[in-house]
Nanobody, 125 residues
């Protein structure tokens, strides 16, 4: 069992930046792909970004390409999501996930076995 804890969310003005962190409880996290998903009020949860267990492959939703960057530090069992040029439509609860999925793009929620509790990101206009 892997427990995931997100942090770094908050309130930011449009055009600003935030960095989300996802800390895992076990070293086995390094053997799993990791992803970020988000859910806005009244909407379904959607894929944001994912990174392979080696860090060599990364996938992004079209809506965040060029603005968000996912990375991981295996020594710290942590995955990051650097979010730049934030827009009001990025407002959502952001969830970290981990799983054995390897199929590209790593956007299918069914491929993730472990989920964090989420962190709120609010972008004001």
């Amino acid at each position: 069992q892997v427990q995931l804890v997100e942090s770094g969310g908050g309130l930011v003005q449009a055009g600003g930046s935030l960095r989300l962190s996802c800390a895992a409880s076990r070293r086995t996290f390094s053997s799993l792909s990791a992803g970020w998903f988000r859910q806005a009020p009244g909407k379904e949860r959607e894929f944001v970004a994912a990174i392979s267990r080696s860090g060599g492959s990364r996938d992004y939703a079209d809506s965040v390409k060029g603005r968000f960057t996912i990375s991981r530090d295996s020594a710290k069992n942590t995955v990051y999501l650097q979010m730049n040029s934030l827009k009001p439509e990025d407002t959502a609860v952001y969830y970290c996930a981990a799983g054995i999925t390897t199929a590209r793009p790593m956007a299918n929620m069914a491929g993730y076995d472990y989920w964090g509790q989420g962190t709120q990101v609010t972008v004001s206009s």
